[in-house]
């Protein structure tokens, strides 16, 4: 199983970036798929989940009405979408894949994405 994530980057306070992350290796047909977050010296964190059907949608408070995730079940793909960045979301992000939702933890890891947020 590969979790590919891409599109972190440096972008100032108040601004967007879209993450992306592609899964392979097998099918992930029922799966929830989701985001956590880390920063040096702290446990991975939850950031945002989606159901299989993308009915369902689970966030952080702490980015409540700034993200928004979404995914593409023919591509195997999830997206997240932050706007409105603060340079406490700064850290690497990482895509997830669970059986369960809400999303507690990842069955899969892959290499996350880095995020920095200037003030």
């Known amino acids: 199983v590969q979790l590919q994530a891409s599109g972190g980057g440096l972008v100032q306070a108040g601004g967007s970036l879209r993450l992306s992350c592609a899964a392979s290796?097998?099918?992930?047909?029922?799966?929830?798929l989701g985001w956590f977050r880390q920063t040096p010296g702290k446990e991975r964190e939850f950031v945002a989940g989606?159901?299989?059907?993308?009915?369902?949608?689970d966030y952080a408070d702490s980015v409540q009405g700034r993200f928004a995730i979404s995914r593409d079940n023919a591509k195997d793909t999830v997206y997240l979408q932050m706007n409105n960045l603060k340079p406490g979301d700064t850290g690497d992000y990482y895509c997830?894949?669970?059986?369960?939702?809400?999303?507690?933890?990842?069955?899969?890891w892959g290499q996350g994405t880095q995020v920095t947020v200037s003030s």
């Open positions: 290796g097998r099918t992930f047909r029922g799966y929830s």
């Open positions: 989606i159901n299989w059907s993308g009915y369902r949608k």
């Open positions: 997830a894949v669970s059986r369960d939702f809400p999303i507690i933890r990842s069955d899969y």
